[in-house]
Structures are given as C-alpha cells and as structure tokens.
C-alpha cells in the first residue's frame, strides 16, 4: 500500500511538473511579447539601422546600435509601390471573409485585424509546424512609429540600387516591423572567437513538375518543363535578363548529389536574383538585384579574395569557388530540409489551372478560367471542380497558397568553421570537407514565408498563361527556325 502511494505521490507530481514548465514557457513568450510592446522605436532610433538587402515586397535592415536588445537582430520592414497603388494602413485590416474561411481552424489568425501581425501569425502557425521549427523563426512583431519609418526611408535610400529605389519605397503607414535574428552569424550580434561565417541564401523556387489532371492539353509541355526554365523566356523577351540561366530547380530537390552540385554550380555561374552570399554579415556576392546574370572572371577572382580566410587551399584561381560549391552541395544533400520544402510544395495538387474554379466559386463569382475555354472543352473535370462542397475548395485554395509561399521562400545557410575533434553544438548539423581537411558547423532557415492573398489568385492564372504562352511561341519559332530538310 506504501509503494502504491508513493508511486501516485511521484506521479502527481510528475504531471504537476509538466503544467509548471508549459505555464512558465507561455507567460515567458507572453513576457517577450509585452517586453517587445513596450519598445517603441521612434525618429532617434533610426540611425541605429543599416540596409542589408531586399526583395519584392520587403525589406531587411540590420541594427549596428549597442542595445543588448537588438543585438544580433534584422529588422523586415514592408515597402510600397511609388505608384501609390498599395498604401498601408495603420490601423491595419485582418483577414478578408473568404481568407477567414481559408484560415477558420487558427483563431488568432482569423480574428486579428492587423496585417503585419497576421502574417506573423501565419508563419507561426501555418508555415512552422509544416517546414519544421528548426528551420524557420517566426520573428517577433515590433511597434514603430510614422517618423522612425520615414527616417528609416531617408537613410537607406542611398545604399540601396537605383532601380529599386525607384521601384518602391519603405511603407511608413506600417505601425508594426519584425524583428528576426541575423542569420549571418552564429553568435549573439559578434564574431564569435574572431570565426569567420560564411551565409549563402538561395531562392529554389518550384522543386516538382505538376501532374494535374487539370492541366489544359496545350499546356500539357508544364509536366515536362520546370516552371523557372520557362519563365526565363519571358524574363529574357521582357528585357529582365540578357541572359537565361543555367540552374534549373529540379536538379536542386532530386536527392542526387551530382544533380545538386550541377544546380549550385549554375546558381553561381549565372546567379541573376536567385543567389547571395555573406561574409560576417556584409554581402560579398550576388545581390538579388537583376544585375548579376554571370560570373565574369573579374567577380570570380573578387569572390576567391574574400574567401581566403575562410577556406584553407592554395591560392590557385578558381578553387576556393570550387570549394565553396562543394560546401553547400554537401550540406544541402546532408541537411535534407529542402526534402521538407519539397514536401509542402506538393501540397498543390491542382496547379493552377484547377485552383482557379475554385477560386471563383470561393468568392462567388463568374468563373472567367470556364469563359476562355471552348465550350467543347468544357469536360466533365471542371464541371466536378464547380459541384464539389465547399470545404473542399477551401482546402484546395488553403493548400495552394501555402504551396506558393513555400515556392517562393529562400532558404539560408550558415557555416563557421570549428576545430577538428573538439565538442560540437547539438542545435547545428557538421560538414566534414575531404578537400581541405576542414570541419564546419552550420544551420539552415527559410525565410520569406509571407502569406499570399487569396485576391492574387487571378494575377497567378493570368502569369501562367503568359509564361507558357510565351515558351510555346519560343519552341515554335526554335523548330520553323530549323533548315528545311529535302
């Protein structure tokens, strides 16, 4: 009768244990999160931030102050059109009622009437559990004021490129940022032990070929052809490249370590907007800014300079390039996190081209896609899409704008290197490198997993169609290009 009561004793407490640690983590998040409400960052804060680099939609500073708050901190901050076409609000708008019914089964997300805080929430609750919480950081949402925004605008206007200065602007309507660690390093805001830590972020984009029943027979050339390899057609007939690239997303998720050395070794050739690469924090390669579409001998030999440090080989030209491929085509094949990108990516099972019924049918009204088609291909498959209930096409439009966001996330990559035999990190995976006899440690994020609106579901039909359109007219012109044969 003792032991039994012991054992009760002991499990009581055992469960009391449990609720005391998951009670003590909710009031710690829910401390971080008052603690963060409590800083406001005004005008006088803003020369604390520098400009660190961007996309379409945002933008990413890093804090070069001396709080211990921000100390190895970016902040990302939204950017508008200077078409003044997407003002901000600051008193911000939630969700809208077809998203609502999108995003029912997350409360917080759902009720929120805040964008910014929204989207943080998606990622959280959406894009995390999916991607796994190793591999991505939510961020904590930040209050900023009108004028620290505006002298945030004024500051990096000069350090940013010309044409994406004129493209848009920082959004001062915006009352919250997110705040972010600096996935450029490995220690809190320093250098560790003066190691150096090498970032490369790369933007995979689509990793699978659809095989969707919906996909119209004059397009059927989308379950044979990478989606990247012909929007680089259009690229190039628009004047956004002068050049097509020589990366193709398939040989980046194949599994197969020639494939993925073969995708890197061309992100590096012709990197265009798809590769960047940090050294302690400072970009020393690509950029995202359209400019770099191949790595001429004169970046090749810049490039090679600043890795002298950081990998130890002969000063040869061209093999710390070499090296450094063969450092990322290893921890890429190594870490297996782009298999969990792939993963999400697949949740669309539709394309686009079956999405869309669906989509109009959700916001109730005439389906345009059913308007373009012939009535003789009016088949009974779209017919089927329009009769389905309608948790089904809210899950069919759910798991394709989660697909959208996890194709056009970036994943980064740190490594520092560590000695030989000494004790290493439990929280990092390790990369022993045959060719220099080096071991380095390094940690893997995706960043960029902003929510899609389900508004933008008609500009992602009316793309696809341009895009294929435009490489079928290549592959036409290609073959009534060829010598006629007698």
């Known amino acids: 009768m003792g032991t039994l009561f012991t054992i009760w004793s002991l499990l009581k ?21 008052v ?107 930040l209050p900023v004021e009108k004028e620290f925004l505006e002298s945030v605008k004024t500051i990096v206007t000069s350090q940013r490129h010309s044409w994406r200065a004129n493209a848009a602007s920082v959004d001062t309507n915006r009352s919250f940022a997110l705040l972010l660690d600096d996935l450029t390093i490995f220690s809190h805001g320093q250098i560790e032990d003066h190691k150096p830590c090498l970032t490369v972020e790369i933007k995979p984009k689509c990793g699978f070929l659809s095989s969707s029943s919906f996909i119209a027979g004059e397009n059927v050339i989308k379950k044979s052809i990478s989606r990247f390899e012909m929007y680089q057609v259009l690229k190039l007939r628009e004047n956004q490249i002068s050049q097509i690239s020589e ?41 995202f800014r359209g400019g770099i579409c191949k790595t001429t001998p004169k970046l090749e030999l810049a490039f090679e300079h600043k890795l002298k440090d950081f990998f130890k080989t002969e000063d040869d030209s061209g093999v710390r390039a070499n090296t450094f491929i063969e450092l990322v085509t290893e921890t890429v094949y190594a870490s297996g996190a782009l298999d969990q990108l792939l993963d999400v990516q697949k949740l669309d099972k539709y394309n686009i081209e079956g999405a869309i019924h669906a989509y109009y049918d959700l916001v109730d009204k005439p389906c345009k896609a059913c308007q373009e088609l012939e009535s003789s291909k009016l088949s009974n498959q779209f017919g089927s899409m329009h009769s389905i209930p309608q948790d089904e096409k809210v899950n069919i439009l759910k798991d394709f704008l989660i697909s959208s966001t996890a194709t056009d996330c970036s994943v980064m990559i740190s490594f520092r290197p560590i000695e030989t035999g000494l004790s290493k990190s439990s929280s990092h995976g390790n990369i022993h490198l045959e060719s220099t006899k080096q071991e380095f440690e390094y940690k893997v994020h995706f960043i960029d997993l902003d929510m899609r609106p389900l508004k933008r579901m008609e500009a992602y039909h009316e793309s696809d169609k341009k895009i294929t359109k435009t490489y079928l007219e290549m592959l036409k012109k290609k073959k009534g290009d060829q010598p006629r044969r007698f």
Not at 13 to 33: H, N
Not at 249 to 271: C, E, M, V
Request: glycine share 8%; hydrophobic share 40%.
């Open 35 to 141: 603690q963060m409400e409590e800083i406001v960052l005004e005008t006088k804060d803003a020369v604390d931030w520098s400009y660190r680099s961007e996309g379409v939609v945002n933008l990413v500073l890093a804090y070069t102050g001396s709080s211990p708050t921000f100390l190895g901190k970016v902040m990302r901050t939204k950017k508008m059109r200077n078409t003044g076409n997407e003002n901000g609000d600051r008193s911000g708008n939630g969700l809208t009622t077809q998203e609502k019914l999108i995003w029912g089964d997350i409360k917080d997300l759902v009720s929120c009437q805040n964008k910014e805080i929204a989207e943080y929430l998606f990622v959280k609750h959406v894009m995390k559990p999916l991607l796994g919480h190793k591999y991505v950081n939510a961020g904590i949402p």
């Open 13 to 33: 407490s055992y469960v009391l244990m449990l609720w005391t640690i998951r009670f003590c983590q909710y009031y710690v998040l829910l401390g971080v999160w």
């Open 247 to 287: 990366y193709n997303p398939l040989d980046l998720f194949s599994g197969s370590k020639d494939r993925i050395h073969k995708a890197i070794k061309a992100l590096y050739s012709t990197p265009q907007n798809s590769l960047q690469v940090f050294l302690n924090g400072s970009l020393v390669f690509g950029g």
